[in-house]
């Protein structure tokens, strides 16, 4: 099982230890780093410069968001990084969901979210591939343009750069079994959410036929230290805002997740909780069991017998949300026994 570094996003403004980070996750020798978008920061330009401080680490998107571009100008932004980083970069894609797509983007989310997912990676595919000009007759992306309120001028086109790396990696951040299941058809892996080494049942019947080499690469936060339930918070505090506030009431696909690992009467109540504007209480109603089998909190003795459920499952990538340098070095030498 490799390591990679999730940093995620930034909140009020750039977080200053996240280059710093990157360039010790390097030294300790993990595989890769990865940066995400919500509605502040974008995904592809705190990697690039963080690109342009390591040398081997490779760079992933966990996730950038489609409804945020165009798939032709997301694979510009993933052939660009590419080239400048010498290969290393690895393209994680996330369809959101209908808050933020309508809300933040402005867009009608997409009424049949594994349709405009296909054919969101078959235009990437197509450009990294440069096999020819990039045309398709989709429901959600036609290529070139043929909606009636255009000129009719369009003319197909491929890339004039080429690209490094006709097989750039692409990943999908998917939750719901029918997605997880496409995601192992159309994408080179996954990235979930929410991993339990102790639910693993939960994706079962989604990952019936992996392909060779298919990355699985899950998200946990990890912290040494000596009280666990203090180290859980912050993980509480995600799970509260992700379950109660990430989505609506009627469709919030994380509430959903969670009610299928087996907590569905705390998710609607944590969901009920935040929209009634009670949010310190939705995060504090967060189960502790939850939040401890999805991460790695704990004295160092408690994080290696964990790490080895997560090593004995089919989880290819543990990427870690780690606050200091020390949980990083601690995880790497744990790994690596």
């Known amino acids: 099982m490799r390591l990679g570094l999730a940093l995620g996003y930034w909140g009020r403004g750039p977080n200053p230890d996240h280059v710093d980070l990157a360039v010790e996750a390097e030294r300790l020798g993990y595989d890769s780093v990865w940066t995400a978008e919500a509605w502040g920061s974008d995904a592809f330009t705190p990697l690039t410069w963080i ?18 571009r165009t798939p032709t100008a997301t694979a510009m932004h993933a052939l660009t990084l590419d080239h400048l980083s010498g290969g290393r970069m690895m393209l994680g894609l996330g369809l959101s969901g209908p808050q933020v797509v309508e809300g933040w983007y402005g867009r009608p989310f997409p009424k049949s979210p594994l349709t405009a997912t296909r054919e969101y990676v078959d235009v990437i ?42 097989g750039l990696p692409v990943l999908l951040g998917a939750e719901g079994p029918k997605n997880i ?106 189960p502790d069991a939850f939040a401890d089998e999805i991460s790695l909190i704990g004295p160092r003795q408690r994080i290696a017998e964990r790490l080895e459920l997560w090593r004995k499952g089919p989880v290819t990538d543990l990427l870690v949300t780690a606050p200091d340098p020390g949980t990083l070095r601690v995880l790497a030498e744990l790994n690596a026994s």
Request: proline content about 6%; hydrophobic content about 45%; glycine content about 10%.
């Open 51 to 68: 690109a342009a401080r390591t040398s081997r680490i490779r760079l992933g998107t966990a996730v950038a968001q489609m409804a945020a």
């Open 125 to 166: 595919r197509q450009v990294l591939r440069r096999e020819g000009p990039v045309e398709l007759a989709g429901r959600f992306h036609t290529h070139p343009y043929a909606g009636e309120d255009g000129t009719g001028l369009g003319k197909p086109l491929k890339p004039i750069t080429h690209p490094l790396r006709a």
């Open 181 to 286: 299941a496409q995601t192992t058809r159309i994408a080179d892996g996954w990235l979930p959410l929410y991993w339990s080494p102790l639910r693993t049942d939960v994706y079962e019947a989604s990952l019936t036929e992996l392909p060779e080499n298919f990355v699985i690469a899950p998200m946990a936060r990890a912290q040494v230290c000596d009280d666990v339930a203090e180290g859980l918070l912050p993980v509480k505090a995600m799970l509260g805002f992700y379950i109660g506030g990430m989505g609506h009431s009627a469709r919030n696909f994380h509430a959903d997740l969670m009610a299928r690992m087996g907590y569905e009467d705390a998710a609607r109540h944590i969901q009920r909780l935040f929209a009634e504007g009670r949010r310190q209480e939705a995060v504090l109603a967060v």
